[in-house]
């Protein structure tokens, strides 16, 4: 997995349909996704469930791209190994998620994953300041996590552009998760991210039999991005 800034779609699997999450992948990857996104929540650090390592292993094989697991979860240093053995290639936690983050950035990348930090809304770029040279990728939550659907915080855009900053020349991709939309889109590429996660916006009026929608929406937000 090189590192380059080239704008990345990851569709959520969140959105996808459930009973079906081989050919969903297949198809959202045949129609131009980038990475394929898998949100892990625990009913503990937010208010929903959703899956575990086995089914990340179960849809492993269905992934040409890249498996971008985002653990909202806490603690999350006992499950590091299991999504890495599942076929992860990054892992992402959060820095609210437990005290010793750097631990954590480091037992992911032990595990042969690149590593990612998640900052929720209501977090400072700052906090993670001192992370900056063991991580791969920091996610800014630009909604409150937990569910899909949910509208765009705007005031991450100011995040996002300190990050930036912060990072300089380093090859840590920023990624926006949350409300990502041909409207928003242009806004967080322009401050600084690379990588748009989007659930509804890319899942949204399509299905395995349908898929050429999933092309457009993802047609829609690169070209909106300008890229």
């Known amino acids: 997995m090189d ?13 996808a349909d459930f009973a079906d999450f081989g050919k969903e992948i297949e198809a959202v990857e045949a129609q131009g996704c980038d990475w394929v996104h898998v949100d892990i929540m625990d009913g503990h650090f937010v208010p929903n469930l959703t899956f575990g390592p086995a089914l990340c292993a179960a849809i492993r094989k269905h992934i040409k791209t890249v498996m971008d697991v985002h653990l909202m979860i806490s603690p999350a240093d ?5 999504y890495a ?11 609210e998620a437990g005290p010793h983050s750097h631990r954590t950035m480091q037992a992911i990348r032990s595990a042969g ?23 791969d990728l920091v996610c800014v939550m630009t909604v409150n996590p937990g569910f899909g659907g949910q509208k ?3 005031s991450q855009i100011e995040k996002v552009r300190n ?3 912060m990072i300089g020349d380093r090859p840590i ?18 401050a600084g991210a690379d990588v748009l996660v989007a659930g509804s916006g890319v899942f949204k009026g399509g299905s395995v039999e349908n898929s050429a929608v999933y092309g457009n929406n993802i047609s829609a937000i690169r070209a909106a991005a300008g890229v």
Do not use: W
């Not at 053995?85 to 820095?95: E, L, Q, S, W």
């Open 3 to 15: 590192f380059d800034r080239a704008v990345k779609i990851a569709p959520s699997i969140l959105s």
């Open 78 to 82: 006992a499950y590091i190994q299991a």
């Open 85 to 95: 053995n599942a076929g992860a290639d990054v892992i992402t936690t959060h820095i």
């Open 113 to 135: 994953c690149k590593a990612g930090i998640a900052l929720n809304p209501a977090t400072p770029a700052a906090s993670i300041e001192y992370l900056l040279d063991m991580v």
């Open 152 to 154: 765009f915080i705007h």
């Open 163 to 165: 990050l930036r900053a």
């Open 173 to 190: 991709h920023i990624e926006i998760d949350g409300g990502v939309t041909p409207e928003t889109a242009p806004l967080v590429v322009a």
